[in-house]
């Protein structure tokens, strides 16, 4: 299947999903891949304007390590199984 964003194709997941993420508000009913899903989707649901997300990227980036602290010992990875918490 297409990213509706960036054409290409949309990757399969370790689940094997291969229809990527749900591109609302950017595509209506459109399905796009993981990297514009971070890039172009989700900062769009959160009110940034496309022109801001490579700043806020940068952002995130610089405060990488501080963010690692701030969510110390609340959520680690091995937490998660594909961005949901696990049950057991
Ligand atoms: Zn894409």
Not at 17 to 25: D, L, Q, T, V
Request: aromatic share 10%; glycine share 6%.
């Amino acid at each position: 299947m297409e990213c509706c964003l960036c054409k290409e194709e949309i990757e399969v997941n370790e689940a094997g999903w291969a229809e990527g993420h749900n591109a609302e508000p950017v595509v209506v009913e459109g399905r796009c891949c993981t990297k514009c899903n971070y890039f172009k989707v989700l900062p769009a649901r959160m009110g940034f304007h496309p022109s801001k997300v490579k700043d806020m990227m940068f952002d995130l980036m610089m405060y990488e390590e501080e963010a690692k602290k701030f969510f110390k010992g609340e959520i680690e990875e091995k937490d998660l199984v594909y961005g949901k918490l696990r049950k057991d």
